[in-house]
């Protein structure tokens, strides 16, 4: 059985990496459709309040990213503006080996230089891998949230 690739460096997302930027996208969000997808990777690359940082392995494979941007406020946070981490996703061969740890670090880093001294995430209430990867990295719990909607009809 060989051995997996092992990562080479995580880096600011480049516009050659989108084919796997997108992969990626739709492995950690696969209820979004491919348009979707690409208008929202649109709009962030645009948005000089937004950043993405890409794990590449040995091989040039992209096998992870994060998503972070600037929030006016996060819940649980105190200082204004925030660092919030928008989306994370490290491929399932690859976790427990500390490459989301190094994305987050970097992403941490950027919004340092940002201004902020804080950084907020979610997950939601049933993905236990995502709450014990952001407690790993000293993220604390601050509130549990169930949220409604409802259709109105016009």
Sequence with gaps: ?????????IRPILESDRPGWLRLRQALWPDSNAAVHQAEMDEIAQDNAQAVFVAQDASGRLCGFIEVALRPWAEGCETRPVGYIEGWYVEAGLRRQRVGAGLVDVAEAWTRQQGCRE???????????????HLAL????????????????V
């Design 1 to 9: 059985m060989a051995a997996p690739n092992r990562i080479m460096h």
């Design 119 to 133: 950084m907020g995430s979610d997950c939601l209430l049933d993905n236990q891998v995502s709450f014990q990867a």
């Design 138 to 153: 000293g993220y604390q719990e601050v509130e549990r949230v169930i949220q409604f909607r409802k259709s109105l009809q």
